[in-house]
């Protein structure tokens, strides 16, 4: 089992950046498939960016693509989401997510472990 923990949230005004980072203990991070999800007061938790176990190959949606990009270290059992030029639409509570088994994948019911949150609200 994992556990993960999410830093680096905080206050930033439109078109500034973010880099949210996502500690795992109690087991490598390279056991998992790794996403990055959202949720926005009264919305559904929505998904942001996954990387693969080894980190070659990423998948976003198009409503982050070309603006968010997820890394990992395996290493150090770390994983990252740079967020760059912001909008207040990406204001939400940012998770982090494990999944042990599969592919990789957008669905956050897939996942089976996942961080307590970390706040990011963008300013007009």
């Known amino acids: 089992q994992v556990q993960l923990v999410e830093s680096g949230g905080g206050l930033v005004q439109a078109g500034g950046s973010l880099r949210l980072s996502c500690a795992a203990s109690g087991r490598t991070v390279s056991s998992y498939v790794m996403g990055w999800f959202r949720q926005a007061p009264g919305k559904e938790r929505e998904f942001v960016a996954a990387?693969?176990?080894?980190?070659?190959?990423?998948y976003y949606p198009d409503s982050v693509k070309g603006r968010f990009t997820i890394s990992r270290d395996n290493a150090q059992n770390w994983v990252y989401l740079q967020m760059n030029s912001l909008k207040p639409e990406d204001t939400a509570v940012y998770y982090c997510?494990?999944?042990?088994?599969?592919?990789?994948?957008?669905?956050?019911?897939?996942?089976?472990?996942w961080g307590q949150g970390t706040q990011v609200t963008v300013s007009s």
């Open positions: 997510a494990a999944r042990e088994f599969g592919l990789i994948t957008r669905t956050p019911d897939l996942y089976d472990y």
């Open positions: 990387v693969t176990k080894r980190g070659s190959s990423t």
